[in-house]
């Protein structure tokens, strides 16, 4: 698999604590498509996370007040975002405004249906998306894998497509 040599750039909003399974789920499947997560929160400040008994900090790279969408791909809410619901839904709708996919992972896909004006709540292990206005859900054990996986995948045709027409004109 040909990679670019920089990868790209995903906001992966995070709310108080870091779910460390989640995000280390989401960094994998991303990588895998040479795209790299970047913790976008309200405020700077180092969050936490746990992995079994030990205690592990992210620092936050930027805030959800000064973010640009064109500077991403896309946007991922990571469990615990519905605890910072107000932010989380804004930001959501800024990067959809900017054409830019939205991804919601387990524990917080109930964010994106209310966006997306679906009234059939999303179930425990659901992971969704809106691309270009469109929701998709993925219900299974290994939803997060499966949605971020997909729509890197969906991103890829939509730059090979801007890179075709930009060579045809």
Do not use: C
């Amino acid at each position: 698999m040909r990679h670019s040599h920089r990868p790209r750039r995903v906001a992966a909003f995070v709310a108080e604590s870091v779910n460390v399974r989640q995000l280390q789920t989401a960094s994998e499947a991303l990588q895998r498509h040479n795209r790299r997560a970047v913790l976008v929160s309200d405020q700077h400040a180092l969050l936490r996370g746990y992995n079994g008994s030990a205690e592990i900090n992210f620092a936050v790279a930027e805030t959800t007040e000064n973010i640009e969408p064109n500077a991403y791909d896309a946007l991922v809410l990571m469990e615990g975002a519905a605890k910072l619901a107000p932010s989380a839904t804004r930001l959501a709708k800024r990067f959809g405004d900017a054409g830019k996919p939205v991804v919601a992972l387990t524990g917080s896909a109930p964010l994106l249906s209310e966006i997306s004006g679906n009234n059939t709540g999303p179930g425990e292990n659901t992971a969704s998306a809106i691309v270009e206005g469109e929701l998709y859900e993925v219900t299974d054990d290994d939803a997060d894998w499966k949605i971020l996986d997909a729509i890197s995948e969906k991103l890829k045709a939509m730059q090979d497509a801007h890179q075709l027409e930009r060579a045809g004109a």
